[in-house]
């Protein structure tokens, strides 16, 4: 369906639906059907999930139903047809192997462990997944069911009340700060809650109220004050003897390896606050002062007059997942891309009153410079790989080509083998003379589920995991980078860190939590296969393992040499990305739709493109 053949419905008003002149009577007829079952849809899950006191008919604002429920259709639309790559009886993927070369070819199955099929999406509201989100298969539900004791196992409280999640339950090891709960952990951890039969809302509500209060701290490191609005990595709850209660105990960095503070967490946070919203039609908590002044002091560390020449944040290196020195400082896509999804979910959520309208305007800008920026100048694909290995450097005008200078010598010869010619990505890293060319999933799978990525960019992204599966996805989901750094490199930008040897942890490692991102960024393209077939491999070792944090080498084949056993966010990243493919309008708890008004910028197309 094109977007000029979208129906415009009404959340308010069901009735109030105009059809588009260009549609036949009969399609016309068949979409009125299909539109008045997805609005019958939205009517039981407000009814379901709005709290008594707000109105059901609310306005929504967090979201169009109208376009979710177009582009929902589209999507089924593209899987049931199976066409092409999707279709997972024929499908062929290239074998685990040395990165780059000689990919030979092996059959995969399409998961046994999917009892659901996309086409019954009209049937299952937002947040149901069968029997406590549980699936149809019996090896598959009894995983199922131990994650979601593990997760129940998690839980930390505070006077009683829950308010997150610890990040390991694992007992053979050092606990380290894995008895914390980490802001970032709890989000998928949030997400399974929010999307199961009978959302769990009130444990999202509270770590989001618990963390806003932590917030409110003064934050020091010696004798540097921090910014009002940095949010904690993590925290715990400890007794105090003298007082004889229980207090809170954050980490804004302060005590982290490296002493960075959490870039990614405050916007984590924002998005997780967008999904608690979207799912409950609770207007109630983000419209609390107290809220909507943490999600403004958030914003103003990074919406403040600077001397940057980009819209691009500049980080230092470890403040996000990859919480060490790795050579992501600079602008990390990472980072970018979860700017990108906070402000697009902050501008939902902010009211104008007093100094909101001048925040929106400012968040607007930043928005429409963001994906520009990221858009043209992070884009890597076949095409654009050809034109930085001609550019010509030391231009000085506005009319510069190679506008950060990059020498064309600084390529790896690893991207040469890697880029296929379907297929690009949003590379690691840009600034002056230097790209970054590695891979990173969490920030092109954030990419996608913001819509920073275009539609035809985002199809690239998952082309390319489907040409480079054995790189990227290999035997245990999912690497977090692609490819590891090795001998004078990893000296150089890690500092010989131990803990990050080559195909290991962050440095090339797989993290199992990373299921969920590339199980959402599937199904938001229409290409729900991909994420049942790393589902399936996830199924045949995760349990078995011991729900380890990450595994290690080329192909992720061994658990993770400093792994915790019982790592949360494996546990919950398993669970939502189950949650996801039996139900795929759970996406929309997590997702958002493109926003027509932000300027799409010409890009010169690759093979990818036109396939
Ligand atoms: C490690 C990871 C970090 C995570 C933490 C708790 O430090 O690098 O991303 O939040 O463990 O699981």
Redesign the pocket.
Known sequence: MSPAQKLEISCDDPEQKTTPGNLTPNETEILETVADAWNNIIRDVSGARTDSNIPANSDDKCGNFADDYVNIKTMLQTSSDGGGAENGDSEEVPNSGNGGGGKASSVLKPSPSVGMSLENLMEVPIGSSGKNGGSENGSATSMMDEAWEQLSRSYVYFKGQRVGTL??IDTGGEALN?NQV?V??FVPCGLACLMKTDADVDIVKNFLLKTLHLQGWEKRIDNFTLGEGVMPASFKVIQDPSRQKEVLQADFGGTAIGRVAPVDSGFWWIILLRSYTKCTHDYSLSELPQVQRGMKLILNLCLSDGFDTFPTLLCADGCS???RRMGIYGYPIEIQALFFFALRCARQLLKPEHDGKELIERIDKRITALSYHIQNYYWLDFTQLNNIYRYKTEEYSHTAVNKFNVIPESIPDWVFEFMPLRGGYFIGNVSPARMDFRWFLVGNCIAILSCLATPSQATAVMDLIEERWADLIGEMPLKIAYPALEGHEWRSVTGCDPKNTRWSY?NGGSWPVLLWLLTAASIKTGRPQIAKRAIELVEQRLAKDGWP?YYDGITGRYIGKQARKY?T?SVTGYLVAKLMIENPSNLLIISLEEDKKIAKPKLTRSASWTF
């Open positions: 990040a390991a894995y980490f970032r952990d997942m990859i919480d962050h944090e790592q966010w």
